[in-house]
């Protein structure tokens, strides 16, 4: 019988690799089991203490035999971190009432 080793967990396989959806088998809390599509879900106290949220993007990364699920920053984010990092970077590029007359010309 073959086994996936993901860090010093061992999880035994059917010969045929893939998993009955039919069988339900009592898990460790904290543990999770690769199903046949090789999703995983994360358990709801890691998802909580982590702070993700569907939709979050993880990086998956191999560290040795450990899998590592590293968040990502999403668009939204980084486009939000841009724009506090650019406000009030151009304070003194336009001369004293420029805007105001350029938004006068506007009405």
Request: charged share 35%; with cysteine.
């Amino acid at each position: 019988m073959g086994y996936l080793k993901v860090g010093d967990d061992r999880v035994d396989q059917p010969p045929s690799g893939k998993l009955d959806s039919m069988q339900r088998v009592k898990r460790k809390r904290g543990y999770t089991r690769l199903s046949a599509k090789c999703q995983v879900t994360i358990p709801a106290r890691v998802v909580a203490e982590a702070r993700l949220a569907p939709g979050d993007v993880l990086r998956v990364e191999r560290q040795g035999d450990t899998i590592v699920l590293v968040p990502e920053e999403g668009l939204g984010e980084r486009r939000r971190r841009a724009i506090v990092r650019g406000a009030g970077s151009a304070t003194g590029a336009y001369p004293a009432g420029y805007l105001e007359r350029l938004r006068e010309e506007w009405r």
